[in-house]
């Protein structure tokens, strides 16, 4: 059975970088619609950004210019590069995937595998 396992969060200061992994297993997950959701304390998972099976990515406004997804096909891993880091980034981050095409990349309900989360910490 496939898993999908998040690693890399922490706490870091304002402005400060993290990388997020998300490593599969029992299945190849490289050629899915590839995604990062986040959840702040008290509210709802939101849409990051998505890898498409085709390479194009999305990014929700919040993170344009700050975060990059990218992928090894090799180690059947997802990333998340995130930079410039602000308070309001702290979340849990999940990472998800689902079969091709990635219509509505940003509804958490379109997912079918998920990872059990890390937290990243963001102080001012």
């Known amino acids: 059975q496939g898993q999908l396992v998040e690693s890399g969060g922490g706490s870091v200061q304002a402005g400060g970088s993290l990388r997020l992994s998300c490593a599969g297993s029992?299945?190849?997950?490289?050629?899915?619609?590839l995604a990062w959701f986040r959840q702040p304390p008290g509210k709802e998972r939101e849409a990051v950004t998505v890898l498409g099976s085709d390479g194009r990515t999305s990014y929700a406004d919040s993170v344009k210019g700050r975060f990059t997804i990218s992928k090894d096909n090799a180690k059947n891993t997802l990333y998340l590069q995130m930079n410039s880091l602000k308070p309001e980034d702290t979340a849990m981050y999940y990472c998800a995937a689902d079969p091709p095409p990635c219509s509505s990349w940003y509804d958490v309900r379109v997912y079918l595998y998920w990872g059990q989360g890390t937290q990243v910490t963001v102080s001012s």
């Open positions: 029992g299945y190849n997950y490289m050629s899915y619609c």
